[in-house]
């Protein structure tokens, strides 16, 4: 089983509704794709020679998942917004459910005594609430940062909570997007010493911050 089980799994729900449905240039691409990965998913398409009309149901499932798919790979949500011809309320109302539904397929399988899938439920909820790859989950679960700011942090070496609890104010300051209120807020949320050196330096970063802002 892979992310995109789970995903259409929930897609496939009559909670989720309504679905997406595919325009006309997108059918191709979309049934080479079921082509490619029908062996991942729970449920297997009706014929669409015998139901057409069911055919067309389960591809809506299908790209209902891309999307979430696309959207806890990080892909940048203008591009996912584009490529599936969607708009940012459908991709929000998307999440929104999955994580509700994930979380009582997570609750489900925790009753039934299935400890694995509940783990992997526990964490693909967490992916589709954040937008990321798994090893984002804690960063991105930060008051102030999300998916964007998460990665930005992981790519310069801040990859565990222990790292951002260990870095100077001087060193957060120098990942972009990362500006004095936030460093700070980040080692508060982590219970991190501050020193009051640092506060002054993110004190001083902030009226430089301000003095740009200003001019510009």
Same mark, same amino acid.
């Given at each position: 089983?892979?992310?995109?089980?789970?995903?259409?799994?929930?897609?496939?729900?009559?909670?989720?509704?309504?679905?997406?449905?595919?325009?006309?240039?997108?059918?191709?691409?979309?049934?080479?794709?079921?082509?490619?990965?029908?062996?991942?998913?729970?449920?297997?398409?009706?014929?669409?020679?015998?139901?057409?009309?069911?055919?067309?149901?389960?591809?809506?499932?299908?790209?209902?998942?891309? !999307?979430?798919?696309?959207?806890?790979?990080?892909?940048?949500?203008?591009?996912?917004?584009?490529?599936?011809? !969607?708009?940012?309320?459908?991709?929000?109302?998307?999440?929104?459910?999955?994580?509700?539904?994930?979380?009582?397929?997570?609750?489900?399988?925790?009753?039934?005594?299935?400890?694995?899938?509940?783990?992997?439920?526990?964490?693909?909820?967490?992916? !589709?609430?954040?937008?990321? /790859?798994?090893?984002?989950?804690?960063?991105?679960?930060?008051?102030?940062?999300?998916?964007?700011?998460?990665?930005?942090?992981?790519?310069?070496?801040?990859?565990?909570?222990?790292?951002?609890?260990?870095?100077?104010?001087?060193?957060?300051? /120098?990942?972009?997007?990362?500006?004095? /209120?936030?460093?700070?807020?980040?080692?508060?949320?982590?219970?991190?010493?501050?020193?009051?050196?640092?506060?002054?330096?993110?004190?001083?970063?902030?009226?430089?911050?301000?003095?740009?802002?200003?001019?510009?």
């Amino acid at each position: 089983l892979t992310d995109l089980s789970f995903l259409h799994m929930v897609a496939h729900t009559p909670d989720m509704w309504p679905r997406l449905r595919p325009y006309k240039d997108e059918l191709e691409p979309l049934i080479s794709f079921l082509e490619e990965h029908e062996d991942e998913l729970f449920f297997k398409p009706p014929e669409p020679d015998i139901d057409p009309i069911g055919f067309e149901e389960f591809l809506s499932e299908l790209k209902t998942a891309r !999307v979430l798919l696309a959207w806890i790979e990080e892909a940048p949500e203008d591009a996912i917004l584009s490529e599936f011809h !969607v708009h940012p309320g459908d991709l929000y109302r998307l999440v929104e459910t999955s994580k509700w539904l994930l979380y009582a397929s997570r609750e489900l399988s925790a009753l039934f005594g299935s400890r694995e899938a509940a783990l992997r439920l526990t964490i693909l909820m967490k992916r !589709v609430e954040h937008g990321v /790859k798994e090893e984002l989950i804690p960063l991105a679960s930060l008051r102030g940062i999300g998916r964007i700011r998460a990665r930005l942090l992981y790519n310069h070496g801040f990859r565990t909570l222990d790292d951002l609890r260990e870095a100077s104010i001087r060193d957060l300051l /120098k990942v972009p997007q990362i500006g004095p /209120k936030l460093a700070i807020s980040i080692k508060e949320q982590l219970g991190a010493p501050l020193e009051e050196e640092e506060l002054e330096l993110a004190r001083r970063a902030e009226k430089v911050q301000k003095s740009l802002l200003d001019y510009a």
